[in-house]
């Protein structure tokens, strides 16, 4: 099946008791047994739920996988992977990491005896030399958040293999749609649903999606240990947003190269960090690895101030100022003081996340309308 068939169909069959073509929103908190022990496969919401086995079974078809596990959160599944691990293991993950990521190695896991080492990961060899008997984990993040940076997967997995380490991606900013870790070798993709799998919103929830049975019945029993479930409703109104996945991802795609190649040309532009541009470092990479380029973008203002890219943030009227990304409605940001101001001022410049540098998440409205509103407010800077 093609990805859009999967999209609207697999994993979800009419609802045996009615017909019903939707999975109903089974909202409830236990399930009544025929004698003690004896059920039907249903005991406890927090082990399993029926609308989110559904989404269950859509997620691991979307990314190739045999199996996927959905969470209250990104972070919630994202925990879940970290806990597989032990103290005095070692991670290898990139010094360009969605912010949330890095606060949880660095503040909650580190105090458990877990090493990271964050590492520019934008050339595979520069791992190799981090390497050593207790690495367990290579963390992966591609296309980066926000600087639009891209990891060569395949290279990744490959060093991995011969040196019996895990490899996760964060495939967030992709979506399924557009790249398909498992398919490169890569042993677990996370994704913060919250974003393009949700795509309107709505809801916060994560998942991970893999292959294995043995690393799947491990992650099943962490999460039902540790209890970051997410709700029915939740898991119905993904399942509702994934019926859309593939056109959404298609306008995203139009859209993110209209307005990337529209700002790359606009001469108070400085800097566009698009992954689809033929002089993005990782360009050629990227081309293998992804169907497209995706409707997240950066740039810079030639005048570097934060009173300047402000100013822009509050003169957009289509934009919407906020956090987030991946929704039908396009967002603008401003990474140095939202997302990362966590991260001190000069790391953060040498990295290029300078105090002008915006990020834009394109939504699926008209391009026309939005490059009208990046004009007008562009003039205002
Ligand atoms: C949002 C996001 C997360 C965290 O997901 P939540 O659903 O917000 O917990 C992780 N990684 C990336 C790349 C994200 O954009």
Redesign the pocket.
Known sequence: MKFGTKAVHAGVAPDPSTGAIMTPIFQTSTYVQEAPAKHKGYAYARGANPTRNTLQQSLAALENGKFAICFS????A?DAVIKLLNPGDEVITSNDL?G??YRMFKRVFEKYGIKFHFTDLTHADNVKPLINNKTKLFWL?TPT?PLMNIVDIKAFTDIAKKNNILVAV?N??ASPYLQNPLDLGADIVMH????YLGGHSDV???ALVLNDEKLYQELAFIQNSCGAVPGPQDSFLVLRGIKTLHLRMERHCINGRKVAEYLKKHPKVGKVYWPGFSDHPNHEIAKKQMRDFGGMLSFTLKDDSVEKANKLMVSVELFSLAE??GGVESLISHPASMTHASIPKEERIKSGLVDSLIRLSIGVEDHEDLIADLEQALGKV
């Open positions: 959160s990104g972070m919630g994202t969605y949330g990521s993040e958040n964060d967030t900013f913060s649903v919250t974003k916060i929830m994560g987030s990304l």
